[in-house]
């Protein structure tokens, strides 16, 4: 069986995500093709994947750190006509018998090429606060529901308001593949683009006598998994719901310090999980490190997906 794997090029995690789908797929004897692009293409390179990239798509940089609605009518609206068309030919070219992907864009071109569609993302509606969001979301989570074979939802919270209808909850997903433990870590930090005071955190816990590993930072080298590091770590500091996932399947405690819409709502959902605790200044992290949440290591999803995508 031929199964087309995209992911969504806003941050790696997401390319990380479908890679671990990418991989269970081909361990029961699939072939992948691989596309996608953004932050997450060097995971893909690491790992040995020659994905296509289509034209990028970037509407958290548009909306909220740019122009607003103006950049994203200007920028990301026509950006994303041509992603849609790029998915389309790609996947017209290469006929595979599903599709599965995190990717909106892909979703739509699906149809299209009259491929059987399989979507896996967390995002929804209840996540957003702001009401352009979660408008957004809203119509994409409705027309991904319809047109989907199915709509796999991976979340490590207990089910709740915000959960969409019409979704399997499956457990998170986490590229589980061999790499090396990077430095020697105790205390873990993930920044994303947005996240500017997690910086500061990182010094005040320093300063507490904590041994602090940046993702990113002056001392990080790049490797194909997070797993390895993040199953050494005693903590784990995050803004957002990628590193969320891969902690939950490393069953290290996490600390969530949302700073996007999205971010914000994921937190308020995992910190009703064991496991995660939300915080919102560096005062706090550095409080909450000396007596975390309790650890709770949680099943890897992507077998699951990989299993129902093929039968």
């Known amino acids: 069986m031929h199964v087309a794997v995209a992911h969504y090029p806003e941050g790696a995690g997401h390319a990380t995500r479908m890679l671990a789908v990418a991989r269970e797929l081909e361990a029961r004897g699939a072939r992948v093709s691989l596309a996608g692009g953004g932050p997450g293409e060097r995971f893909a390179d690491l790992l040995g994947y020659d994905e296509y990239v289509p ?48 990717d909106m864009f892909a979703a739509m071109a699906a149809p299209l090429a009259r491929v059987p569609l399989y979507v896996s993302t967390h995002n929804a509606p209840g996540l957003y606060d702001d009401l352009a969001e979660r408008a ?33 909850r499956i457990p998170p997903l986490a590229l589980d593949v061999d790499a090396p433990v990077v430095g020697d870590p105790d205390v873990v930090m993930v920044p994303s683009t947005y996240s500017t005071e ?98 709770q290591e949680y099943e890897n999803g992507a077998g699951v997906v990989a299993e129902r995508v093929l039968s």
Do not use: H
């Open 55 to 102: 034209t990028r798509v970037d509407f958290i940089g548009d909306y909220q750190d740019g122009g607003g609605l103006r950049d994203v009518l200007t920028g990301s609206l026509p950006d994303s006509a041509r992603r849609v068309r790029d998915f389309y030919r790609w996947l017209s070219r290469t006929d595979p018998d599903a599709l599965v992907t995190d």
């Open 136 to 168: 957004g979301a809203w119509g994409l989570t409705a027309y991904q529901v319809a047109a989907a074979r199915e709509f796999l939802f991976p979340v490590v919270w207990p089910p709740a308001d915000a959960d969409p209808t019409g979704v399997t």
């Open 198 to 295: 997690l910086g500061t955190a990182a010094d005040r816990l320093r300063e507490a006598g904590r041994n602090v590993t940046v993702v990113g930072g002056d001392d990080w080298e790049p490797v194909a998994s997070m797993l390895p590091t993040l199953r050494a770590a005693n903590l784990v500091v995050c803004p957002g719901y990628s590193t969320v996932m891969e902690a939950a399947v490393a069953g290290t405690p996490v600390l969530v310090y949302p700073f996007t819409s999205e971010q914000r709502g994921v937190a308020r959902l995992a910190s009703r999980a064991r496991g995660f605790r939300t915080v919102t200044s560096p005062d706090e992290v550095v409080a909450a490190a000396e007596n975390p949440p309790e650890a």
